[in-house]
Structure formats: structure tokens, C-alpha cells
């Protein structure tokens, strides 16, 4: 996904399950910008819930041992030989989720800002599951 688009956020789906792996999910990511506070809303996807291992080998994402089918990720990135500009991590050590925590990673590897740069998001900062992407008209689809 990309910077300009505008999606539906549904806020009442995580009242009745907990986030599962692909549902992408927006959050509130505090920081600090000098002495004030900002808050940052993220998109990104659900890769591992709590208690699952995650881990990235030759830009491939493995979850629990296994690689993940990510059918969502651009397959003209896919094709670009260089690693770095494919992923920008290809290998990560393997991390453990914890307990109300989740590891997220955007659509878009080479420049999304995600679980591989700050760590897993705590399940208290999720707003919602976004489902829809209205904006631009031409790129509606359901996520």
C-alpha cells in the first residue's frame, strides 16, 4: 500500500477476536518529537501473533517454521534481484512474539517503516482492521 491511499477502518472486529495473521491492522504508535508527544497512525500487516516465531531468511518470511504465502506483496518488486531493494532486510534473526503483542510488516518491504525497524506493537495500541482502500477510486479493492 501506499502513502496516499485512504482506507475504511473497522474498530469493532477486534472487540470480538483478536488480530490473526494478514489482517492488516492500524495502530497508534507514540513518539516523542524533542519534549512533545506525537502520535503516529501505521497500517501495516499481521505477520505473527503472541507466542509465534518469526523470522526473515533470503527476503522470505517464516513463521513457526514455515514460510508464508504473501500473495499481497508487489510482484514487481518480487522480481528485483537485489535483495536490499527487493525486502531492504533480507535476514532477521529469529524473534519471539509475546504475550498481547504482534509483529507487523508493511505490503511494501523495500520502505515501510515496520516490526523489523521497532520491535513487536503492543495489542492495546490497535484502533482497527482496515478492509477497504477507497482512495485513490482506481485502486479500490478490499484488503
Wanted: charged share 30%; with cysteine; proline share 4%.
Amino acid at each position: 500500500m501506499f502513502q496516499d491511499n485512504r482506507v475504511l477502518v473497522d474498530k469493532l472486529t477486534f472487540r470480538f477476536r483478536e488480530p490473526r495473521l494478514g489482517d492488516v491492522v492500524v495502530f497508534d504508535r507514540v513518539t516523542m518529537n524533542g519534549d512533545e508527544v506525537q502520535h503516529d497512525d501505521l497500517i501495516k500487516r499481521v505477520i505473527g501473533a503472541p507466542g509465534d516465531t518469526v523470522e526473515i531468511k533470503n527476503c522470505e518470511v517464516i513463521v513457526n517454521g514455515d514460510a508464508i504465502d504473501e500473495s499481497y506483496l508487489d510482484p514487481v518488486v518480487l522480481e528485483r534481484s537485489d535483495q536490499n531493494e527487493r525486502c531492504r532486510q533480507p535476514e532477521m534473526s529469529q524473534v519471539m512474539v509475546g504475550q498481547d503483542e504482534f509483529f507487523v510488516m508493511g505490503d511494501n518491504r523495500p520502505e515501510s517503516f515496520d516490526s523489523r525497524s521497532f520491535g513487536t506493537i503492543s495489542r492495546d495500541i490497535i484502533v482497527g482492521r482496515a478492509f477497504v482502500i477507497v482512495w485513490p477510486v482506481d485502486m479500490l479493492k478490499f484488503l
